[in-house]
């Protein structure tokens, strides 16, 4: 007797949703092979039945706009959550827990703001709630975390988690593209989030970010307690003169364990280009993991798109169709005990930073005594022709509190010496 299939509830049938189901057909015989049954999606959850689709419904599949078709029907096993948003798939995985379903999501924006209540339920019932795709698109981070590096303790995670932000980024350095034309191409390869602010404004690499710390640390880092700054506005000046320190700007999530606080942060910065992380071009990601035991670990691959994402929810569902036992934090405790957290101002970094200023004499030695007043010292200065909008005087610095280099831009600020306001950024 061949095993019973997997029955699907499929909640969202667009870019991801759509890869999924590509990805189910192609690799049906694979699927076999490998765990003894069928995949079968039976119900797709959409807004608008109407709308065209670029790939067809799976057959046999029932499409519906009612949620409750999903959560409710008794013949399904589990849930593949792929909507966004968050009250909306709040709701109905909700109800597909209570109703005892599996659940299979890639909403890291759900899980890091309103998750926990989710897992707790979930292990109540002795239920998975599997999110690979949620972080950092096609890369196995999320296992990796969980299991192969389960051992070890975790030092730091530095990431490069938001495939829009750094499409745009890449278009703007290497075509010379402009932001918001590097935006749309990333909307129309389906990278972006249905709000793309979310990616530009930093917010989704940091919903991802959220989900690290609490797979790494088994600690929570409050989204809300989260610094989280973007790419929107980037200025093409910025890339160039990076550039031309040796430095590409990326947006960087990252955190690590200092005197027993956890610092964690969003944020363009620059890294050197013999980094690994320098050279991830495009839609990729890429995470580096320093362990204890481990040491340094790096993953790279499609952060977004339709079938990179679907793969991480393959790997999920053919987790849940072979009966793995729920693991769904990688810790015993399914509540994350609240982080200490190291105060935003005090992390310590060097800093790129560029102040349009008046061609005047003693002006670098205004800006250097606002710097030093601070105890900011800098490494490399460079100064630029004239623009309409004053000189750019740029200039790298030694390591520096946040805190430092803000009252130092704003005792410039102050002195009447800029005019426009300064751009400061990390260095890696
Ligand atoms: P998408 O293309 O906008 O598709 C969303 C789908 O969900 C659509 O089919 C939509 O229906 C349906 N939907 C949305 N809200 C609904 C509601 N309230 N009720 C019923 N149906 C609803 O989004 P996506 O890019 O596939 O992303 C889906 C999820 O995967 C998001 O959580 C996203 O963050 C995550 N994710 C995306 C990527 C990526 O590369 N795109 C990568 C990793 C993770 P209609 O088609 O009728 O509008
Ligand atoms: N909008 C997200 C990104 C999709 O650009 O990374 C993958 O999570």
Redesign the pocket.
Known sequence: MPAKPLRVAL???????GGLVRVLQENQELIRQRIGRDIEVRKV????VH?PRAVALPEGAVLT?N?DELADDPDIDVLVE????ID?PHALITRALERGKHVVT????LLAENGIGLFQMAAEKGLSLRYE??VA?AIPIVETLKKSLAGNRIESLVGILN?TSNYILSAMSSEGLDFDTALKQAQEL??A??DPTLDIDGHDAAHKLVLLIRLAYGQEYPYTAMPIRGIRGMNRMDIEFAREFGYRIKLIAQAHVEDGRLAARVCPTLVHHTYLLARVGGSFNAVRVEGNAVGSLFLHGRG???LP?ASAVMGDLLAVARGERPDNTGFVAQTPERAAILPPEEVRSRYYVRVMVHDTPGVLRDIAAAMADEGISMAQVIQKTGEREGVPLVFMTHEASARAMRNALSRAVKAGLLTTPAVAYPVL
């Open positions: 909640a969202g049938f667009g870019t991801v949703g959850l959409v807004r608008d709308k706009s949620p792929l909507m966004g948003g909306a890639a909403n890291k924006a795709a949620s698109g495939g389906g990278y989030e249905a977004a798109g339709d994402t």
